[in-house]
């Protein structure tokens, strides 16, 4: 590290589609930037979240219409989809502005090392919400079959998980007391070896030396997922949730501006349009509430009914004249006629 900052999302799983079946998959990513961010402070575990408050996903459902087999879409809970709204973000970090929801895919656990980061500023971004569980089983397809409320097993122990979190102050470089990985690298070998000889030898870069630690201001931005910003996911949640996952784009660009510490534009952005979501509901809550607008609309009604009934009660009919008296002013209408 130079000195600066850095901004990673470092999901320990890939979306990696099954060739053969078409379903999901995740691949496991091997290396990576695992070890510097342990030596930062910063552990991304070997598992994955899932959590009751999710984003809903398209499911290919089976159903039988007139004896003949029917293959369509439903939008299913996705446990993987971890839906984390403003009671799991950090309100006092200007990442968060305005931010209402953010969903990450597929994500890994964080585990903060509380020795290696004394000293330093520590958010907590985002956190699932304590109805979630951690699971290294890698099967990220549904199966509705042994599993039709979820798709997956549901652990009977759940507690929220850290998904995100932003550092800063000083951090001790990786490659103090190593060699730097810029130092000692192979020339590049030219590809046509007759044209090599004639070539003009090129000038060898100078080797930069090692900041051994960071200045109190370096900042660094760990983001359990990957796959949050994969232009697949983006389109699953285009056509599901509309604009929703524009969210995610503005916490990227949050990221990005606090990281360079662009306070002003972060701020001026925080006071932009900001796409806002309803909140999660549970499927008793949501037949309450279902059942609340019918009752208020039968309500409405039969009010409606009671006022039309008393005002017609409160009309008088008009009196009619009696007979002899109706010919008489027949015979005045006659008389002033001729």
């Known amino acids: ?101 953010v969903t990450l895919n597929w994500v890994s656990p964080l ?40 798709g997956f097993p549901e652990a009977e122990v759940k507690s929220a998980q850290l998904l995100a979190v932003a550092i800063k102050g000083g951090f001790e470089s990786y490659y103090k007391g190593k060699q730097s990985p810029l130092e000692g690298a192979p020339a590049a070998v030219p590809a046509d070896a007759g044209a090599a000889a004639d070539a003009t030898p090129a000038a060898v870069p100078q080797a930069l030396g090692i900041i051994e630690r960071s200045p109190a201001t370096a900042r660094l931005v760990v983001v359990g997922s990957a796959e949050f910003l994969n232009d697949v996911v983006f389109d699953l949640s285009r056509n599901l949730s509309g604009d929703r996952y524009l969210n995610s784009l503005q916490f990227a660009q949050n990221m990005v501006d ?22 999660p509901l549970t499927p008793q809550a949501q037949s309450v509430a279902e059942l609340g607008n019918y009752g208020l609309a039968l309500v409405a009604l039969l009010a409606l009914a009671w006022m039309w009934q008393r005002r017609r009660r409160k009309q008088q009919p008009m009196e009619l004249l009696p007979p002899a008296a109706a010919r008489k002013r027949q015979e005045a209408s006659a008389d002033s006629a001729a």
Do not use: C
């Open 258 to 279: 606090w990281s360079v510490e662009d306070l002003e534009l972060l701020g001026i952005r925080s006071r932009g349009t900001a796409t806002h979501v309803l909140l």
């Open 1 to 101: 590290m130079r000195g600066g900052a850095v901004v990673v999302a470092a999901g320990s799983y890939l979306l990696k589609p099954d060739p053969m079946s078409g379903g999901l998959a995740v691949q496991e990513v091997a290396g990576g930037l695992t070890p510097l961010l342990e030596h930062y402070g910063v552990t991304v575990a070997k598992s994955l979240v899932l959590d009751l408050q999710n984003e809903p996903f398209p499911i290919q459902m089976a159903r039988t219409v007139g004896g003949v087999e029917v293959r369509e879409f439903q939008a299913m809970p996705y446990p993987y989809f971890v839906d984390v709204r403003t009671d799991g973000m950090d309100g006092k970090s200007p990442i968060l502005a305005s931010v209402a929801a």
């Open 111 to 150: 585990t903060l090392d509380e020795q290696k980061n004394t000293g330093r500023e520590v958010s907590r971004l985002l956190s699932s919400s304590a109805k979630s569980w951690v699971t290294t089983n890698t099967v990220v397809q549904p199966d509705l079959q042994f599993y039709p409320a979820l």
